[in-house]
C-alpha cells in the first residue's frame, strides 16, 4: 500500500473591496495597522489593504508584534539594528521599528528560535 503524503497548506482569506483575496500565511513579510485598516505586505511585493485584524492566528505561525502597528514574520527578518528600540530589516528591504518596551522579549524570543 502507497501512503501520500498530503501537504497542508495553510491559507488565510483576506476580505477586500472586490471580495476575498487568499494567500499563504507563510508568503506574509509582515502587516502594517494604519487605523482601521491593515496592510499586508507579501514576498511577492503585493501590498494587500483589508479592514480586519487577524494577529492572533499570524501570531501562532511564527509571526511578533514588534511595534503596536508591526507585525513581522520572523522567518523573513533579515537583520535587527540596535538602538532605542532598534529597528529589524525585513527581506524585502523594510525597515520596522521595535518598540523599546519589546525590544528586549524579541530579542529573546527571536534568538531562541533560530
Not at 477586500?16 to 471580495?19: A, D, I, K, L
Not at 508568503?27 to 509582515?30: A, G, Q, R
Not at 480586519?52 to 503596536?68: I, Q
Not at 523599546?100 to 529573546?108: A, G, P, S, V
Given at each position: 500500500?502507497?501512503?501520500?503524503?498530503?501537504a497542508l497548506v495553510k491559507k488565510i482569506s483576506l476580505p477586500?473591496?472586490?471580495?476575498y483575496t487568499f494567500i499563504e500565511i507563510s508568503?506574509?513579510?509582515?502587516c502594517q495597522a494604519d487605523v482601521n485598516y491593515?496592510?499586508?505586505f507579501t514576498k511577492k511585493n503585493e501590498k494587500i489593504t483589508v479592514s480586519?485584524?487577524?494577529?492572533?492566528?499570524?501570531?501562532?505561525?511564527?509571526?511578533?508584534?514588534?511595534?503596536?502597528s508591526h507585525i513581522i514574520n520572523l522567518a523573513y527578518v533579515k537583520s535587527y539594528t540596535k538602538g532605542k528600540g532598534g529597528y529589524v530589516t525585513m527581506q524585502d528591504?523594510?525597515?520596522?521599528q521595535v518598540s523599546?518596551?519589546?525590544?528586549?522579549?524579541?530579542?529573546?524570543c527571536f534568538l531562541a528560535n533560530q
Open positions: 500500500m502507497i501512503y501520500m503524503k498530503m477586500t473591496v472586490n471580495g508568503d506574509i513579510i509582515h491593515t496592510h499586508v480586519k485584524s487577524f494577529e492572533e492566528l499570524l501570531l501562532s505561525h511564527h509571526f511578533y508584534r514588534v511595534h503596536n528591504g523594510s525597515n520596522i523599546t518596551r519589546r525590544k528586549e522579549d524579541f530579542l529573546k
